[in-house]
Each structure stands twice: as structure tokens, then as C-alpha cells.
Nanobody, 129 residues
Framework: QVHFVESGGGLVQPGGSLRLSCEVIGFTLDYYSIAWFRQVPGKEREAVSCISSSDGSTAYADSVKGRFVISGDNAKTTVYLQMNSLQPEDAAVYYC??????????????????????WGQGTQVVVSS
């Protein structure tokens, strides 16, 4: 079955760091963009970062720019999200997903969750002192 498996979430103090991993199960990432989304109860799922497996280009939401770094391994089997300087407002369940369409550029501001597929179960991030 095609899907992702997210891991790496946990409890961290404000200002701390976490590294999330998104393992690809059942397919290869060739020519697809992969995005990290996050969701808190009562709010819509929002994209925070994406990476294109075609050219490695990346994009970030303004709220995480300069603090989060997305990357992928050379085998294109895992996508990472390094999260630094975490703040309470970053607390959420983080998901990764694949763009339904190949070759589309990696974009965050206009990312529509309904245009992404192969969602994992998510990994929870709690930021609290």
C-alpha cells in the first residue's frame, strides 16, 4: 500500500529542536513534490514546507522560514523536516504527503491538502515548558 510513515515528534521546550522523518512506503518519489503539513484541532491542515524530488527545490511557509529545513535522502526514500527554535504555536500533528501530480513546482502558500495523497498517520509535536 502506498503511504508515508512519519516519526520524530515529541515534547520539546520552547527554543528546542526536533527532526521529523517521513519514510516512503510502496513507491518512489521521482518527479513528485512532497510536503509537510500540520494541523491543530479545530483548524485546517496547513502546509509548512515542501520539496521537489525533480530538482530539489524547497519552499516554506512564512511562519517557519528561517527555522525549519526540509531535505531528502539520495535514495529518495525519506524526507526530513529539521525544526529549530520551536515555539508553542508550532505544536501540532505533522503529516507528510505527496502531490497527486508529477512535475508540479513545489509551493506552500497555495498548497491544497486535497491535491495531496498518500497521507501517513502523523506525528505529534508538543512545545511546552
Amino acid at each position: 500500500q502506498v503511504h508515508f510513515v512519519e516519526s520524530g515528534g515529541g515534547l520539546v521546550q520552547p527554543g528546542g529542536s526536533l527532526r521529523l522523518s517521513c519514510e516512503v512506503i510502496g513507491f518512489t518519489l521521482d518527479y513528485y513534490s512532497i510536503a509537510w503539513f500540520r494541523q491543530v484541532p479545530g483548524k485546517e491542515r496547513e502546509a509548512v514546507s515542501c520539496i521537489s524530488s525533480s530538482d530539489g527545490s524547497t519552499a516554506y511557509a512564512d511562519s517557519v522560514k528561517g527555522r525549519f529545513v526540509i531535505s531528502g535522502d539520495n535514495a529518495k526514500t525519506t524526507v526530513y523536516l529539521q525544526m529549530n527554535s520551536l515555539q508553542p504555536e508550532d505544536a501540532a500533528v505533522y503529516y507528510c504527503a505527496r502531490d497527486r501530480f508529477q512535475y508540479r513546482p513545489c509551493e506552500v502558500a497555495s498548497a491544497d491538502p486535497t491535491e495531496f495523497t498518500s497521507w501517513g498517520q502523523g506525528t505529534q509535536v508538543v512545545v511546552s515548558s
